[in-house]
Structures are given as C-alpha cells and as structure tokens.
C-alpha cells in the first residue's frame, strides 16, 4: 500500500462535472489500496474573479484582505470534492490550510511555508478517509493565526510540501496537459512528451516560463527526494517522472525558508571565446550560434556587450576540451562577420581566454527575494575576486572567474550564504510519518 498526494488544478476541477471525474479517480486509486490525500486549486477562473471583485472595490487591496478572500475559493472545491467522494462511498473530509498544519511565514500574498504539523492529518488518512486539502494558503506562526496564501503556483508547492512532511512514496501533479512536453503545444503542434526529467533540468525549465511545474514545487521535491508524477486528469497516460538524487537529511522545520539559495556551484573546465566589435545587425548571432550548432560545439554561458556605435562583443564560454573546436569555428565564421566594404578591418576579432572558472548559486528560493545577486557580487568583492563574466536565471546566478580565485569565491560564497551548515534532518529513507 503507498501513500500518495495527488494535486489537481483548476482546470481539472473548473465544473461540477470535472470535479465528480475526480472523485472517480481518487476513488479508483483509494480501491487499489492506497491512502490518498488531494490538493485542489480554485474552480477554474474562480481566483481570477475574485481578484477582479477587489479590484472593483480598491484599486490596490489590502494584502491581508487579499488573503481573506482568494482562500475561499479553495474552500468550494474541497466541500465538493469531499461530498463528491461521499457520494461513492468514500469517506472524506476537507481541510484548509490552517487545519491541516500549514505553517507559513507571516507575509501575505506571497507567504513561504515552515513546517507542516501532520498530527491531525494522520490521523484521518490512518482512519482511512481521503483528506482534501486546499491547496495556496495556510496560516502564520505569529500567533494571530493569520490566513496567509502563497503567491503563484502555490497549490504545486503545497501538495509538495505536504508529501515531503508525510514522508509521501510519490506526488502526482494532475494538470490539462499530458505531462511535460518539450516546448508548448498550443505553439508548436510537435511538442513531444517527455518520460522523465531530474529536478535540475525541471527547476531550470520552470524558471524560464515553463508553466507545468512551479519552480519552488521542484525544488521541495529536490531537496526532500519526493518523486514527482506530472500527469493529465482527462487521460490514463503515464504522464512524466521528476526525479532527484537521493537526497542528504533535512530538517523539515523551515522547509522553504531555510536560505534563498541552496547550493555553490563551481566548474573549473571552462573556457572563454569572444568576438570583438561585431556589427549590432539583425542575424549576427544567428549565424554564429548556427554554424557553431552545426560543428557540434556545445556552449555554456552567452554574453553580449553593447557599444557606443555600431558594434557589440559577444563572449561565451566552453568546456576545454572542445576550446580548440571553438576558437576554428568562431575563426572561420569572423570573416563572413565583417563589414564587406571593410573586410580587413579590425571588426570579429576573435580573442580566447584560458583557466576560467564558473561560480554559482541556485535555489528557488531566490524567487521573489530582491538582494540575492547583489550579496553574491558584494561577497566576491569582499574576496578580491573579480568578476569577468555574469549569467543569470530566476533560479541560478553564475559568474565566470579567474581559476586561480575559484575555491577563495566558493569558500566565501559558501560562507556568505550558511551552505556549509550541516542539516540533520528527520526525512532519510523509510515509511511514512502516518503509516
């Protein structure tokens, strides 16, 4: 028997119809022997109008009002969903946020959860009800009991959350998509479905607009080993796995909020190739990448400087393995570059430069956290580390570096940002905290 968080959207839940299929498949998964708990979003477009609502009343809402209002429309849905199961036969009980534990920091609209007390939760699943929680809220710590909710993607990040406190065998994400497919499908009619995908890749993918996943849902499941399912509520396909290395203990107590990042990253192969002076035109890059694409070079990090005129630098970075491969291409390609009426002047002049070294932070929990890069660059400085390059993700900031100064950056940086703190945590391998 497993335990299983499953989470649907408001797409999946969007009509009394929908939410009726639901049940049929909480019910189906119930009567193969597993223990269930259900994270729902809001009907449809129901937090979309009631947003509007506000807006009609106040141009800029109280937050805290906010909060009051868009937590009620989980509230529907996890009234019906549970009376939906009842009505098959399945005992169910609904649950908000505050009721099932969710303990969040208090900031509201945009609250990251603490901890998760699972006492009451366990002890519905173990009397063999489906708990239906609503997903997006929870409440504060601050002793005022707060309602607070957890800004975009925040039912993601709630069943996901609640499967690493549950010590959960897998979490399945139901959305009106197969799964994650390689590029958006109501854009491009080819889109393919992919099997499976790590947390890193899909962390990276969701930080660059891939609306499937929330990047702070991935980064839960990564740092608490919580296999991840993205499924499509219409459809028996198996949808596509996220999977994560075995992950180190970590306490659950500040779950999300431990450190806005939470790793130093270092790769000391690197080197760097770069184009002087290229003429600021429309397919300059273009014919670059291409030919480069064509040699089968692999690129790492891309930079373009503007200059005053009409010209630009671009740098990019490479394994140093393959740096001979580059400098050949990034030659033969700098002549076609040039001015034709100046071919012998000094434009697409192509420079390398050897023992580089790229430093970085990750964590999704940069998201929404304003100072993070600026402390990463004030503590290079601080280091007599000097900067040559800077790349930049919603969830990763990378800086090329002398590779001499490599493991003085990372030292600090490591020290800066309490990455060398040991987590002993309470999750490790084993059965779940309820069953």
Sequence with gaps: MALIVQKYGGTSVGSVERIQAVAQRVYKTVQAGNSLVVVVSAMGKTTDGLVKLANEISPNPNRREMDMLLSTGEQVTIALLSMALQELGQPAISMTGAQVGIVTEAEHSRARILHIDTT????????????????????????????????RGGSDTSAVAI??????????????????LTTDPRLVAEAQLMDDITCDEMLEL????????HPRAVEIARNYGVPLVVRSSWTDQPGTWVTSAKPQGRSLINLEIARPVDAVEFDTDQAKVAL?????????????????S?????????IQSIHEGNSNDIAFTVTTPILKRAE?????????????????????????EHNIAKVSIAGAGMIGRPGVAAKMFAT???AGVNIQMISTSEVKVSCVVDAAECDRAVTALRTAFEIEAGEQGSRGAGESTCI
Aim: glycine share 8%; hydrophobic share 50%; aromatic share 4%.
């Design 120 to 151: 009451r939760l366990c002890r519905h699943i173990n009397a063999g009800k489906v708990v239906v929680v609503a997903g997006f809220q929870g409440t504060s710590n601050a002793g005022e009991m707060e309602i607070t909710t957890l800004g």
């Design 163 to 180: 499967a690493a406190a549950l010590r959960a065998n897998f979490c399945e994400i139901y959305t009106d998509v197969p799964g994650i």
């Design 206 to 213: 969701a930080s660059l607009g891939a609306k499937v996943l």
């Design 276 to 292: 002087l002076r290229v003429p600021d035109k429309p397919g300059v890059a273009a014919r670059l990448f291409g030919e480069i």
């Design 294 to 302: 064509r040699q089968k070079v692999d690129v790492d990090l891309i």
């Design 328 to 352: 050949a291409v990034a030659a033969a390609i700098a002549p076609a570059l040039r001015n034709p009426s100046n071919p012998k002047s000094d434009e697409a002049e192509v420079m390398l």
């Design 380 to 382: 290079l400085a601080e």
